[in-house]
């Protein structure tokens, strides 16, 4: 592996000093581009009280190049499929250099605060979220309650 | 004496002798001792010594007609012999008649034995002939002995002296200029009677060789080519030394050979008759003759004479090397006697003493034992043999066989000798010699100080040496053409049968003969006693030049001078004197050394002999383009004249131009301009290889210097071909190789031939004693290299050239490729091979930096010779314009410059200093102010970030975006930081498009230089002198004016300027970066720059060999500092390639053993290397 550019050492330790309310990102021991990530779920969202667990991983050609996210915990949001891709512009076409981890990871927060059915990933969740809106947040809250709880 | 029976005595007698001398030499009886002498062994007898024999048979006297007429009387049965006989002994006998027959009648029982042995042998003839032959046979060995009892004979019977057997004998006195003679040899030849004689020839007379031209042109003898036109048979006729007639005529074989001998002081012949038929002689009888060859005092003494004449030889040769040697008839004349010399030798069958113990180095002679004396027990087994004709066919075929071997055996002996010399260990053990304090103030190095031992050893300055010579035990170099010979006994006729007295006035055992040269010596003859200079050869950067200032400083002037040259100087108001003199004697400047250098060098040789020079008196002089009116003046009628004059080649060509303009309108004055008008005391040659061409203006103007020293100074004694050493050693005048016939003979044709382990352990043989090469790889006797120096790094960095410069370095290529398949597959590459180095030369330019495209500078001397080739090079002047369009319109659009800088200033700036900001790409903070690239939207990042990005973001093909606020951005709307003098930020555009990739990254490499080490000096190559003139602007431009300060150095410097350039270059300065633009081709050879250790070499050479040149400027003795050397190459280009064949090169090596079609082939190879 080559080595670790010093941007993702000084993203990394950043992470560590100065968190993110909210957000969690530990780097495994084994691969430093690999982190595991929680995101709290915002508040007055129906994602609150929950947690939730994503993977994240820095391409070799990061920072010219966007982080790879994706949820693990399983969730009810018309941007999100099933296999937990998220749809998000700096995660593809608007992705710049200048962004960073941390960036990112409050760009995803943001996301599950204000749902964008209208910019689906998950069709059949945006359909719902946009014919029953509180149907579709009570199966959220409901998801978020079953598979969104800290771990004790 | 007139009857038959005398002539039947002789002829017994004869035989007789021959029998007795060879069975029984002990007889005590007087009279039989009188018969039973040898031919060739006998007493020894004074050779000086006049002889006043009379033979009865020219009797004429009265006094012998009246002592026969008594004598017979009284004995009628007495025998004319024995009258003969009588009358000799007695004849100045008081009372001749009693003393005779009481002689007769006391002994006369012996003579009767006598004669009765005579008759019985005169029966048995034909065996008697085969006994002696077994005899001879049977006691090939005992010569030496019989020689010796026959040798003590004269002290038995002291008062015994031969008067009556003999024939006539002309009394011979050495002519006065002869102090000596020797006797080196005996040969037995068959003479053919050209007179009919009424009388036989009597036993024992005397003859003399008469060279006889008669009507002859000197001339004529020889044709033009130096070969007899006639036999010599008919010029060397056999005088009857009493009637002063001529009798007989030598053989043809023995007449070639001596006839050039003849008449001359060196040889001396002696003829005598020891056998003639009894009985009148008709022209065609054969008469047998012992020629006996003696060597003079003056073959000893004359040997300067002959060196002279050659070096006539190949001073003509160099006046017109494209001719055929032509020579005059002085010289043909010369070389038959050489080869005449040669071919005696080997006739007389005189042979070489070898000395078992290898080695020409023992100087005394603790080998006498082992010597091989002169042998003339071959001539006397073939004394029979001889009389056949045929025999002599075969014998002339064993001579020439025999040179052959000699030569042979010649080289054989010179590889054992130098073997010994070449080892490195003889080098090291030279020891060493301190040059005094008060004359030189540089302290030398060991190996340095060494080479002044050897330099003056050379010189034979044995005082100066800082050792005691004797106990030291001083190593004297023989020539291997000198041959070591031992006198042979003298067993000439005369001196065997008559003389007594040993006159040979000294008792030399040896005599020296370089029979290649026809001189002698009876001394050991030492190569430095002709040669006073040699070759130092050492490495590039050795110090070669303190070496001969350290010379030249030791021995400044000649201290003892011979003294016929001071009367030549000392009368300097006898103008005709002087000037009626042949260059030979020219007035001799005892004091000067002259030096000849490259221009580039006469500054720098002119500093050094000012800064180790410790004395006032002792000084040095330019001598430049007629700075002086007259250097013999200066030189000769000065009281102190300058030490050094200091010229270069091309003024000593100017002045053989000018002189042999002169010369040619026969001007007798012309001999006296400037360098030529003296002999200087030394004369050294920096870079001596610059004469390497024979046919070179300045190789001959160098080799019509005359001086009493010689040294050549260079670094590559050899550079393309063996011949290349030819001239050095001309210059040198070292014999026999400065003749060109020798030189061609012993190298050049056997080099021809593909003999090079020959030609060059002959090659080695020649240098080896003359020169002295150490490398810097050496290590001396603590195993410690002689030259310490610091470590050297050479760093091939690989840059890709930016898109303007890829644009035109492809578009060059594709030409470029096509003519070249177009040469390939035509067949007619090397016809081509102009039109292909011009695309190459593009190539590389482009390489470079597009704009040298443009450039048709003359002081270039590659873009000199290009002509426009390109077809379509209009298409090319469009691309160039495109690529610097693009950077004009970047200045162009710029026109919102105005607002940029406002908000760039407001933004970032406080009080003109740069606020500390993160770049958001790499997230370091602060960005250095030198790196920082701002959009044109006002976002700033590092300028190696916002490069890569833009780089990915091209590459991907996607928008280019401002990574903070995706405003649209472009490579050419970047802008930077400039600082100023005052250290005032200014906003100016970022260009990269209009500086080449190489400059790019120089100013990069400069500018971390100056970061890391202020005052650093640094050194740029190029080979191209437009691209110094763009690295000069673009450098100036990119660089901060207040710490840069550039130099360049280029063919279009005057002397004057370019010592200006080096001296504020060297001039070390921390507060500044000095940076030297060199030009390898003004200024490469022999510049020193150790001041600096770090260069940059802009674009690679096609011979490894120049750029180390190049590094060797700054990686030499006096470098402190380990050395930094930085290789800009563009890669995927020609220069990648040119890099591949540089390794070739280098593997191959450059020079030797190459014929014009393989270097045609490598040529073409290295072509298609390129092009592939």
């Known amino acids: 592996m080559a080595s670790l550019p010093k941007r993702i050492i000084k993203e990394t330790e950043r992470l560590v000093s100065d968190p993110v309310p909210g957000i969690t990102a530990e780097p495994h021991d084994d691969n430093l581009r690999y982190f595991s990530v929680t995101i709290e779920g915002p508040e007055g969202s129906p994602y609150e009280h929950g947690i939730f667990d994503l993977e994240l991983f820095l391409p070799d050609d990061y920072p010219m190049e966007s982080p790879k996210v994706r949820f693990l915990t399983k969730i009810y949001h018309p941007n999100i499929d099933r296999l937990g891709r998220i749809c998000l512009d700096v995660l593809k076409t608007n992705w710049s250099p200048a962004l960073q981890i941390r960036t990112v990871l409050l760009s995803i927060q943001a996301l599950l605060a204000s749902p964008n059915p209208n910019d689906p990933l998950a069709n059949d969740v945006a359909e719902d979220w946009i014919k029953n809106e509180t149907g579709a947040i009570a199966t959220a809250k409901e998801w978020t309650q079953k598979y969104a709880q800290a771990k004790e | 004496m007139s009857g038959d029976g005398g002539e039947d005595n002789i002829k017994r007698r004869f035989f007789k002798d021959e029998l007795e001398s060879s069975v029984d030499n002990s007889s005590t009886i007087d009279i039989s001792f009188d018969k039973k002498d040898s031919i060739l062994f006998?007493?020894?007898?004074?050779?000086?010594?006049?002889?006043?024999?009379?033979?009865?048979?020219?009797?004429?006297?009265?006094?012998?007609?009246?002592?026969?007429?008594?004598?017979?009387?009284?004995?009628?049965?007495?025998?004319?012999?024995?009258?003969?006989?009588?009358?000799?002994?007695?004849?100045?006998?008081?009372?001749?008649?009693d003393a005779a027959v009481e002689f007769y009648f006391s002994k006369q029982e012996v003579l009767e034995h006598k004669v009765y042995e005579e008759n019985i042998i005169q029966i048995e003839e034909e065996d008697e002939e085969e006994n002696r032959q077994k005899n001879i046979d049977q006691y090939p060995s005992s010569i030496s002995e019989i020689h010796n009892s026959s040798q003590e004979m004269p002290n038995v019977y002291p008062l015994r002296k031969r008067r009556k057997e003999y024939g006539f004998r002309e009394s011979k006195q050495l002519k006065k200029s002869i102090d000596w003679k020797r006797f080196i040899g005996a040969y037995q030849v068959n003479a053919m009677i050209t007179r009919p004689m009424l009388k036989p020839l009597q036993y024992g007379t005397g003859f003399k060789i008469v060279k006889d031209i008669g009507k002859q042109q000197r001339n004529k003898i020889y044709s033009s080519s130096g070969k007899n036109n006639l036999s010599m048979s008919s010029f060397v006729k056999i005088y009857d030394s009493q009637t002063n007639r001529e009798v007989a005529k030598l053989p043809e074989h023995i007449s070639d050979i001596i006839f050039p001998l003849l008449e001359r002081d060196e040889f001396i012949f002696d003829l005598t008759l020891i056998y003639s038929e009894p009985r009148r002689l008709r022209i065609g009888d054969n008469i047998v003759l012992q020629l006996d060859v003696f060597l003079t005092s003056t073959l000893f003494s004359q040997g300067k004479d002959i060196n002279i004449s050659q070096n006539n030889i190949t001073k003509q040769a160099f006046a017109f090397p494209n001719m055929k040697l032509s020579e005059t008839i002085t010289e043909i004349e010369n070389r038959e006697y050489q080869t005449a010399i040669v071919k005696i030798f080997s006739l007389l069958n005189v042979i070489e003493v070898i000395d078992e113990n290898v080695s020409f180095l023992d100087s005394d002679d603790k080998n006498e034992d082992s010597a091989i004396i002169i042998d003339l027990e071959g001539n006397d087994g073939t004394t029979n043999t001889d009389i056949d004709n045929s025999n002599i066919v075969v014998r002339d075929n064993i001579e020439s066989s025999q040179l052959s071997q000699g030569n042979e055996l010649n080289i054989n002996q010179i590889n054992a000798f130098y073997k010994v010399v070449q080892s490195d260990n003889s080098i090291l053990k030279i020891p060493e010699t301190t040059p005094d304090k008060t004359k030189f103030k540089y302290s030398l190095r060991r190996y340095q100080k060494q080479g002044l031992t050897w330099m003056l050893k050379q010189e034979q300055e044995f005082s100066k040496l800082g050792y005691d010579i004797e106990r030291e035990g001083q190593v004297d170099v023989v020539n291997p053409f000198w041959k070591k010979y031992k006198w042979p006994k003298d067993m000439s006729w005369e001196n065997q049968k008559i003389g007594t007295e040993k006159d040979v006035t000294f008792e030399a055992n040896y005599f020296y003969s370089n029979l290649y040269t026809g001189k002698f010596a009876i001394e050991r003859p030492i190569m430095r006693s002709t040669l006073k200079g040699g070759i130092l050869a050492d490495e590039m950067g050795l110090g070669k030049t303190i070496s001969a200032l350290a010379l030249i400083l030791t021995v400044p002037y000649h201290k003892d001078m011979p003294l016929e040259i001071p009367d030549l100087s000392s009368q300097p108001n006898n103008k005709l004197n002087i000037s009626s003199h042949v260059s030979q004697n020219l007035p001799y400047a005892s004091k000067t050394t002259l030096v000849v250098v490259p221009m580039s060098l006469l500054t720098q040789w002119y500093e050094e002999f000012n800064s180790v020079n410790a004395k006032d008196e002792l000084k040095c002089e330019i001598y430049y383009g007629g700075n002086v009116s007259s250097l013999k003046s200066l030189l000769i009628r000065n009281k102190n004249p300058p030490t050094v004059v200091l010229t270069t080649y091309g003024i000593v060509q100017n002045e053989w131009i000018k002189l042999s303009k002169v010369t040619s309108t026969s001007?007798?004055?012309?001999?006296?301009?400037?360098?030529?008008?003296?002999?200087?005391?030394?004369?050294?040659?920096?870079?001596?290889?610059?004469?390497?061409?024979?046919?070179?203006?300045?190789?001959?103007?160098?080799?019509?210097?005359?001086?009493?020293?010689?040294?050549?100074?260079?670094?590559?004694?050899?550079?393309?071909?063996?011949?290349?050493?030819?001239?050095?050693?001309?210059?040198?005048?070292?014999?026999?190789?400065?003749?060109?016939?020798?030189?061609?003979?012993?190298?050049?044709?056997?080099?021809?031939?593909?003999?090079?382990?020959?030609?060059?352990?002959?090659?080695?043989?020649?240098?080896?004693?003359?020169?002295?090469?150490?490398?810097?790889?050496?290590?001396?006797?603590?195993?410690?290299?002689?030259?310490?120096?610091?470590?050297?790094?050479?760093?091939?960095?690989?840059?890709?050239?930016?898109?303007?410069?890829?644009?035109?370095?492809?578009?060059?290529?594709?030409?470029?490729?096509?003519?070249?398949?177009?040469g390939i597959q035509q067949g007619n590459l090397l016809k081509k091979y102009s039109t292909i180095l011009v695309h190459i030369l593009r190539l590389r330019q482009a390489c470079c930096d597009i704009q040298l495209l443009n450039k048709s500078d003359d002081s270039d001397e590659d873009l000199r010779d290009v002509s426009p080739i390109l077809e379509d090079a209009n298409s090319l002047t469009k691309l160039i314009h495109k690529s610097s369009e693009t950077s004009e319109s970047l200045s162009i659009n710029s026109s919102n410059k105005q607002t940029i800088n406002e908000i760039i200033t407001t933004k970032y700036l406080i009080n003109n200093k740069f606020i500390e900001v993160e770049c958001f790409i790499c997230i370091q903070e602060p960005i250095n102010v030198m790196n920082v690239v701002f959009t044109q939207c006002g976002h700033c990042f590092c300028e190696d970030c916002i490069l890569s990005y833009i780089k990915y973001q091209i590459d991907k093909k996607s928008d280019l975006k401002c990574p903070i606020c995706r405003e649209e951005i472009s490579k050419s709307s970047l802008y930077r930081f400039k600082i100023d003098d005052e250290n005032i930020l200014t906003?100016?555009?970022?260009?990269?498009?209009?500086?080449?990739?190489?400059?790019?990254?120089?100013?990069?490499?400069?500018?971390?230089?100056?970061?890391?080490?202020?005052?650093?000096?640094?050194?740029?190559?190029?080979?191209?002198?437009?691209?110094?003139?763009?690295?000069?602007?673009?450098?100036?431009?990119?660089?901060?004016?207040?710490?840069?300060?550039?130099?360049?150095?280029?063919?279009k410097l005057s002397l004057k300027e370019r010592s200006n350039v080096l001296q504020q270059f060297k001039i070390k300065s921390l507060e500044k970066q000095k940076i030297l633009l060199l030009s390898l081709k003004a200024g490469g050879v022999g510049l020193n720059l150790t001041c600096c250790s770090h260069a940059f070499i802009m674009d690679p050479w096609w011979s490894p060999s120049m750029e180390d040149q190049a590094v060797d400027r700054i990686h030499r003795i006096g470098q402190k500092n380990p050395v930094t050397v930085i290789k800009f190459i563009i890669s995927n280009t020609i220069e990648e390639k040119m890099l591949r064949i540089q390794d070739r090169k280098r593997s191959i090596g450059e020079a030797m053993d190459v014929t014009e079609d393989t270097r045609r082939q490598r040529r073409i190879e290295e072509i298609q290397m390129l092009f592939e």
């Open chain 2, 667 to 822: 001007t007798p004055s012309g001999k006296n301009l400037g360098l030529f008008s003296v002999k200087f005391f030394r004369i050294i040659l920096d870079e001596g290889h610059i004469i390497r061409n024979r046919s070179n203006v300045t190789s001959k103007a160098v080799l019509n210097l005359s001086g009493e020293r010689k040294w050549v100074l260079t670094g590559t004694p050899i550079i393309n071909r063996i011949d290349d050493l030819y001239n050095l050693i001309n210059f040198l005048n070292i014999e026999p190789w400065s003749q060109v016939r020798f030189w061609k003979n012993f190298v050049t044709i056997p080099f021809e031939q593909k003999e090079f382990k020959k030609a060059f352990n002959i090659v080695n043989s020649i240098i080896e004693p003359i020169s002295l090469r150490r490398t810097k790889q050496m290590k001396d006797t603590n195993g410690e290299p002689l030259v310490k120096l610091p470590a050297i790094e050479v760093l091939i960095e690989k840059l890709n050239m930016n898109e303007p410069q890829s644009d035109v370095y492809n578009y060059l290529l594709q030409g470029a490729e096509q003519s070249v398949r177009k």
């Open chain 2, 987 to 1051: 906003v100016i555009p970022y260009i990269t498009s209009s500086k080449s990739a190489k400059i790019e990254a120089l100013i990069v490499h400069l500018g971390r230089l100056f970061e890391k080490s202020p005052g650093e000096q640094v050194v740029v190559f190029s080979q191209f002198s437009s691209y110094l003139d763009i690295l000069e602007k673009e450098l100036m431009q990119a660089l901060p004016k207040n710490t840069t300060e550039i130099y360049k150095f280029d063919g």
């Open chain 2, 42 to 97: 006998g007493n020894s007898s004074n050779m000086m010594k006049v002889e006043e024999d009379q033979d009865n048979t020219q009797f004429t006297d009265e006094k012998f007609k009246e002592f026969q007429v008594i004598l017979s009387g009284m004995l009628p049965d007495i025998e004319n012999d024995l009258i003969n006989d009588l009358y000799k002994r007695f004849k100045d006998h008081d009372n001749l008649y």
